[in-house]
């Protein structure tokens, strides 16, 4: 470009034109039905949306680098004032956002200290604490031992394990239940030998494989199953603290930023959310770790790059989509790098992109290979490919159980979108063919490339939250939302405690825009880690509570004390306990929370209770009620009428029944 504040201006242009058009398919009745009629209206949408942005920024860039006419923004007075204007809109913006963050469906934010206070004071605590700690910031060139700061990452480690580690699950509220008992299940079968079949395949991935030999070490049961969550969670932030440690070296961002990553875990709930943590969240931060790696001690051989595919292919295994993205990134980080340095010929370019199209497929054959030879040691059959994608390529999971409208009114995931296409933005900026001359310096070109791998990560993984806008969904990117931040806090760090108005022309116009978005984010970043630790110790009762374990082994032994042991078992709850007891339910089938998707798991029950002629059988919370709805009616109806509740025990809410023969 010619200069490089068409960047801005070709940012600006696409970012318009994009959010027009998603606005229209979502506003405008019959583009919205033709889209629908396709498939899913929000993932269609979104992809169309990502895909428009990145190609409208990609084609403004390259026309903008023809032009001989500065661009409007090459003026520091005009840059300035458009900062000031951008500022102003943003603050507009963020207290709509605040404003409105209870109305978001399934938010909890009312019980925030935030949302419990007058708004005003709200407001000037923030924008005092934010004027003392800008002039601090841009005074103060904060500085950390490497010790010191090994050692605070260690202690938030520390904090965020144990707040995973919530043994007294039949605590938490229905839905986290569901959650839970959804993945333990799959991790029961899976510690009983059995194959998955249409029966018993998890709506989650296939990560009971993984789990099997820890958790035969262990023990198997519940506790077991809590403990290897809590070590798999305290995984999940070192790497996202070493990934921070690596990519960013100012201290004052590294502080800020760590403490602002473990905001979804220690603060915005008394324990975890199981719908994503740590299963959704594990092998992105793992990727992101490697990924930082590669940058910070500069990684490029063959060897390394294969790692990568092999840390996808388990992500795959792990949960289908998340590897997948995955896969999708550590391509991305390589095919960007190539295409930033300046070729001969587009040879070389087209091997990489087939070497690495090649990459993701065999990451994914892979996974799918692991899961076949599974089942064939385990007695079963190979299922098929379909199977192995399952729920997703079902239209009543996707589009009909799954999703949530997204909100129109201001919300966080669309200045979080608008984050992630600035990164997207900036690796493509720095293709060989648009930026105006050749990055000098390596390493700065390899954080590029780690940006636009994080973001292209990120934007797969938000998908989870578009087709389905629930409030805690959006944490599923929180952690490279933070580490973005801090990057590009970074890059206009100098500018940011260096700028003075009456020195204003010194600056160029993309110094400008650069040092105010470090402000903006310092005070972001902030604001989050102000509310994390405020937060924190409003669910210190709640979270003790939570790791309470003998309670749960009293309520298994009240079982075990009244009725037969390894007594045919099934439902929501009961692989739990029957783990505690060390008993084997006998029947291995899909988690009852999501028979909507799998009705005949219902029927298959119900007739191997008949074909083995059970005398009597428990049911876990509300089994009997889901198979009424969703099963065969003709063999609900012989359940009820060949068995009765003998005995009900009851826990936290929960009721478990025992059916014995009339």
């Known amino acids: 470009m010619k200069t490089s504040t068409n960047r801005i201006m070709a940012f600006f242009a696409s970012l318009i034109l994009s959010a027009g058009f998603a606005v229209c ?42 032009t001989e006419k500065p661009c409007f923004f090459d003026t520091p007075r005009n840059a300035f004032f458009t900062v000031v204007l951008l500022i102003t809109v943003n603050i507009l913006f963020f207290i709509r956002m605040y404003r409105l963050e209870v109305d978001v469906y399934g938010s909890v934010s009312a019980r925030y200290v935030w949302h419990s206070i007058p708004f005003w004071l709200v407001l000037i605590c923030l924008v005092t604490e934010g004027l003392v700690f800008l002039h601090f910031a841009r005074n103060n060139n904060f500085s950390v031992k490497t010790w010191a700061m090994s050692l605070f990452y260690g202690l938030l480690t520390l904090l965020a394990a144990y707040n995973f580690y919530t ?43 993984l789990y099997k030999l820890p958790m035969k070490i262990l023990g198997g049961d519940l506790i077991d ?53 740590p299963h959704r ?16 001690f500069k990684k490029s051989g063959r060897l390394i790059c294969i790692l990568g595919y092999v840390l996808s292919l388990l ?18 980080f390589w095919i960007l790098r190539c295409l930033c340095h300046k070729k001969d010929s587009w040879l070389p370019v087209l091997k990489t992109c087939l070497l690495h199209l090649a990459g993701i497929l065999l990451s994914f054959l892979g996974a799918y290979a692991v899961v076949e030879l599974y089942n064939i040691m385990n007695g079963g059959q190979i299922t098929g490919i379909r199977e192995f994608l399952f729920p997703l390529l079902q239209s009543s999971y996707m589009d009909g159980l799954l999703r949530v409208d997204l909100p129109e009114f201001a919300s966080a995931y669309m200045i979080i979108l608008v984050l992630f296409f600035m990164a997207c933005a900036w690796g493509i900026s720095h293709i060989c063919f648009v930026r105006a001359q050749d990055e000098t310096d390596s390493r700065h070109l390899l954080l590029i490339c780690f940006t636009f791998a994080a973001a292209v ?15 805690h969904n959006l944490e599923i990117i929180h952690i490279p939302c933070i580490l973005l931040l801090c990057i590009f806090a970074e890059e206009g760090m100098n500018t940011f405690q260096t700028f003075r108005i009456k020195n204003m022309n010194s600056f160029s116009g993309m110094q400008i825009f650069k040092g105010t978005f470090t402000a903006v984010s310092l005070l972001v970043l902030m604001t989050v880690s102000t509310g994390n630790i405020i937060q924190y110790g409003q669910n210190t009762a709640l979270r003790e509570e939570l790791h309470n374990e003998q309670e749960l082994n009293d309520f298994a032994a009240h079982i075990a004390a009244n009725i037969p042991e390894n007594t045919y078992a099934f439902g929501i709850g009961v692989p739990e306990i029957y ?59 012989w359940l009820l009428d060949t068995y009765e509740i003998s005995r009900e025990f009851e826990f936290k809410g929960a009721v478990l029944q025992y059916f014995t023969l009339k």
């Open 225 to 277: 199953f809590i403990l290897l969550n809590t070590i798999i969670g305290a995984l999940c932030f070192l790497a996202a603290f070493l990934t921070l440690h690596f990519i960013v070296k100012n201290d004052l961002l590294r502080v800020l930023g760590s403490i602002a990553l473990t905001f979804p875990v220690l603060s915005m709930r008394s324990g975890i959310y199981w719908q994503l943590w």
């Open 457 to 471: 990560l990120s934007l797969g993984q938000i998908t989870y939250f578009i087709n389905r806008a629930a409030y």
């Open 315 to 332: 992500g795959i295994l792990w949960n289908t989509e998340t590897g997948l993205f995955c896969a999708i990134s550590w391509a991305a």
């Open 167 to 209: 043994p007294e699950v039949f605590l938490r509220n229905e839905p986290d239940r569901l959650h839970m008992d959804a993945y333990f299940n799959s991790i029961y079968n899976v510690l009983h030998g059995s194959p998955y079949t249409e029966y018993t395949t998890s709506i989650y991935g296939h990560f009971g494989i």
């Open 25 to 66: 398919c979502f506003r405008i009745p019959a583009l919205s039905a033709a889209v629908s009629s396709i498939g899913n209206v929000n993932l269609l949408t979104y992809a169309m949306t990502v895909i428009l942005f990145c190609v409208s920024y990609l084609i403004f860039s390259i026309l903008l680098a023809r």
């Open 281 to 296: 969240i594990l092998f992105m931060c793992l990727m992101l770790f490697w990924i930082a790696f590669c940058v910070r």
């Open 579 to 637: 783990s505690i007891l060390r008993w084997d339910t006998g029947c291995y089938t899909l988690d009852l929370a999501d028979l909507s998707l799998r009705p005949e798991a219902g029927d298959y029950i119900m007739d191997d209770i008949k074909a083995k002629k059970i005398p009597a059988f428990l049911a876990g919370e509300g089994t009997i009620s889901r198979l009424e709805k969703y099963s065969s009616k003709e063999k609900s109806q």
